[in-house]
C-alpha cells in the first residue's frame, strides 16, 4: 500500500490522477500534463515534493562528515542560508544518489533526498556518521511544495509567514531561510525560478489552496519530468546510479577534487578515471525525423552502435523530441536512435534544452 502525503486529499479535491510512484501515491496531473507544463515554463505551478525524505544532521562534527560523505564539498556554503547540489557515492565511485544540501548553522545541516532512494540512502548515511558522532534525524514531520515559474516568488511571498517577506524578497539562487519549523530555498528541478518551501505537514493543505487561489497551477510528476529533461537535469535511476560514475552522468562539475587531501567517499576510485579520454559522455539529443526518443534505446554512429538513450521525450516548449544519452566519447555533432526497428537521424546538443523559458538550443532545419 502506498504511502501519502499531507496534500492526498487536497489532490483528490482538486481533480489529480493519481498514480503509485516511489512507494507514495502522487499526482500524475489534475487534467492536461501540457498545460502544466506550460504554466510552469509561462507563469507560475506548484508540486508536491514531500514524498522526498529532509534529513538535518546535527553535531559538532557534521560539516567534517558531509566533507567526507559528498562529492561536493559543504566548505563552499561560507555561512549559514546557502545551498549546494552534490553527489553522493559509494565507495566504486557510483552515484548512490543526488541531493541537495542546506547549512542552516555551524553545528546543522538539512538534507533533502529522494523517495525511491529514502530507505538506502538513510541506513548508508547513519552507517557513516557514527564515527563523527553526527545525529541523523528523518524530518518525516515535514511537507514540501515547490513553486516554480517566472511568477513563482511574485505569488509565492505574500503568502508566506510574516518572517519570510523582507527575506526572500532578494535572496539569490541556492540560498535558503528558516524561520521556526519553515524553510524557504531559493531552488528547484525545473530549469525555471522559484522557491521550495518545507513546512510543518498540517500547514501544507492551507499553503497548497492559498496558492492556488493567487494563480499557481497544480502540477504533476509528468510535467515535473518533462520541465527537468528540459532543462538538462538528470533523473536517479535513469542518467546516473549506483552503477555509474558523475564522470560519464555529466556531473564531473560537481565533484570537488580541491583540496587534494579532502578524502571523499568514491574519490579513491574515481581518481584513476578523472581525465580518461575513455570515459563515456551524457548527451543531449534533438530528433531531427519522426518520431518520440524513449529511455533505452540504442544510439549509432554510422552502423556502430556508441550508447543509449537514458532519459527521452517530447518537449512541450520547443514541440521537438529530445534526449539525455550516453555515448562513446567519440561521438560526433549526428547520430540515428533506433525507434520501432528504424533509425532516425538526431543532432548532438548540449545540454540544457530550455532555461527560463527560452530555448537554449538552434531549432533550424529540424523537422517537427
Known sequence: MESKTALYEVHKEMGARMVPFAGWSMPLHYGSQIEEHHAVRRDAGMFDVSHMLVLDLEGGNARSFLRHLLANDVDRLQGSGRALYSCMLNEQGGVMDDLIVYRLGDDWFRMVVNAGCADKDLAWIERQARPFCVAVRPRRDLAMVAVQGPRAREKATPLLPPGFAGVVAGMPVFHAAVAAD?????????????????????????????????????????????????????????????????????????????????????????????????????VGLLLEGRGVLRNHQKVFSGAAGIGEVTSGGFAPTLQRSIALARVRPDIGETCSVEIRGRRVPARVVRPPFVRRGKACIDLEGVKS
Open 182 to 282: 519553515w524553510l524557504v530555498a531559493r531552488t528547484g528541478y525545473t530549469g525555471e525560478d522559484g522557491f521550495e518551501i518545507m513546512l510543518p505537514q498540517g500547514a501544507a493543505p492551507a499553503l497548497w489552496r492559498a496558492l492556488a487561489g493567487a494563480g499557481v497551477s497544480p502540477c504533476g510528476l509528468g510535467a515535473r519530468d518533462t520541465l527537468r529533461l528540459e532543462a538538462g537535469m538528470n533523473l536517479y535511476g535513469s542518467d546516473m546510479d549506483e552503477q555509474t560514475s558523475p564522470l560519464e552522468s555529466g556531473l564531473g562539475w560537481t565533484i570537488a577534487w580541491e583540496p587534494k587531501e579532502r578524502d571523499f567517499i568514491g574519490r579513491k576510485a574515481l581518481e584513476p578515471r578523472r581525465d580518461d579520454p575513455a570515459n563515456r559522455r551524457l
